[in-house]
């Protein structure tokens, strides 16, 4: 399988996996601040400072965004293009957004996908304090307590990277989880490393949401993208376990570094982390 060479010494531990229990919450965003205001801001009267949030025909003007790029020099092995700005803005037509906190202060990193004003379709990595809401909007998300995601430095990637850790339960479901927060270390596949993370909690049946990126990618259809840096969201993901043992399949949206866009279903075992990818584990009832 592909492998990506990163600066730093591989940490011992490649999943991180931490049982939290998930809500399923609607959050208002208001027009007016930047995504990243409007999410934290909604979750936090919520009552959760972690969370993974679905957003879908969210208006944005103006609108910042990157996509992957090559590194400048060796201390990274990918990095991000110029920024992307697109002319009167553009609508989010599926994004994918892990909340949690960075410095002591809220903060998403979020994939997907948008229509500019031309009808063009982009996608990429949104700047969340350079992209403002253009109009009130209405999304679903799950806030999770008993675990939070944390942006700590990563000595592997030399990047500064989201961590799933454990958090102090609070309210009614405190000491009881339904779901499992995982964060996903470079070169390790994809659909493996949720498997065996669902394997671990005694996780049997699952919605799987998150965001990420990947080294390559193999679709079930038999198509490659080569680029060794890709922005992926999860379009839809789950696990069963029909057959005895637990398997993931993810249909996923992400973009490559020439910017072009791709979508589809995962060749299972066979999609290898590139820098980080950030997991939600919801179980079903």
């Keep these: 399988m592909r492998f990506v060479r990163h600066p730093g010494p591989p940490a011992l531990e490649r999943e991180t996996t931490t049982p939290c229990h998930a809500h399923l919450l609607s959050l ?5 601040q930047s995504v990243n205001e ?10 959760f400072s972690s969370a993974y949030v679905h957003l879908e025909n969210v208006a944005l003007a103006p609108m910042r965004y990157v996509i992957p790029a090559p ?3 060796a201390s990274h092995v990918a990095w991000d293009s110029d920024t992307c700005a697109p002319e009167n803005g553009a609508t989010i037509e599926q994004a994918g957004v ?12 979020c994939h997907g996908i948008w229509l500019e004003q031309d009808r063009s379709r982009r996608a990429g990595h949104l700047l969340p304090h350079e992209a403002i809401m253009a109009s009130d909007a209405t999304v679903w998300a799950w806030g999770i307590e008993g675990a939070a995601f944390i942006v700590r430095d990563d000595a592997e990637t030399n990047f500064r990277l989201f961590s799933a850790e454990a958090a102090e339960p609070v309210g009614a479901h405190a000491g ?4 499992v927060a995982c964060t996903v270390r470079p ?6 490393a949720i498997e065996s993370a669902c394997v671990r909690h005694g996780i049997r049946e699952a919605a799987v949401f998150g965001l990420g990126s990947l080294a390559g990618i193999d679709f079930a259809d038999g ?3 080569p680029s060794y840096a890709t922005e992926v969201m999860i379009r839809e993901a789950g696990v069963s376990s029909a057959s005895g043992a637990a398997r993931c399949e993810i249909e996923a949206m992400l973009v490559d570094m020439d910017g072009t866009i791709h979508e589809g279903r995962l060749a299972h075992g066979r999609n290898p982390v590139c820098v980080t990818f950030e997991i939600l584990i919801v179980a079903k009832a």
Aim: hydrophobic share 40%; no cysteine.
């Design 28 to 32: 208002s965003l208001q027009a007016g």
């Design 38 to 47: 409007a999410v934290t801001g909604a979750l936090g009267n919520a009552g």
């Design 71 to 73: 590194a400048p020099d």
């Design 98 to 109: 892990i909340a949690g906190v960075r410095d002591g202060q809220p903060f998403i990193h």
């Design 176 to 179: 009881r989880s339904n779901a």
């Design 187 to 192: 070169n390790g596949d994809i659909s493996l």
């Design 223 to 225: 198509r490659h993208v």
